[in-house]
């Protein structure tokens, strides 16, 4: 019986060869492997995916501008506060969305090509976060000072 001297891990794997096949099986796995570790959990995304992100994040912007925006001049008017209560009065959220876009609070008017980008539904739920806003405030008296956005103004 021939005794082979002991090999240690590091001589055995110095001294493995191993074949093409071997070694490309070896590279796809690797390469397959990164792809899903990559977008599963690595946050990786497509051009497509990434430019829809971007769209929506933009066009939520657009109407949380336009929400303040419209706070803003439903609070200035004039009648604010016989608005604000109509608009209290309201039970359906819809409603109070409507309403306000009936008033035309919630619409900036912009040039033709940022008017391209936003559409109706942009102020449609630019309206909803506007009256949503709008249902949480007090109503001012008349002739005192109301609040609008850490500002003190006077309605007439």
Known sequence: M???PKQSLSQRFQDYQ???TVLFWSSAGCVVLAT???FS???WTTGGTAREMAEDSAAQARQELAAVVCVDRFMAAPDADVQLA???EMTSSYQRGKFVQDG???IIPAGS???KAGSSSDDRKAAGLCAEELAE???PASGKAAQINDEAVVVQ
């Open 113 to 115: 090509a940022e008017r």
């Open 137 to 139: 405030r007090e109503i």
């Open 36 to 38: 899903i570790v990559g």
């Open 41 to 43: 959990w690595g946050g």
């Open 2 to 4: 021939q005794q082979h």
């Open 86 to 88: 109509g608009l209290q």
């Open 104 to 106: 035309g609070w919630a």
């Open 18 to 20: 191993a074949s093409k």
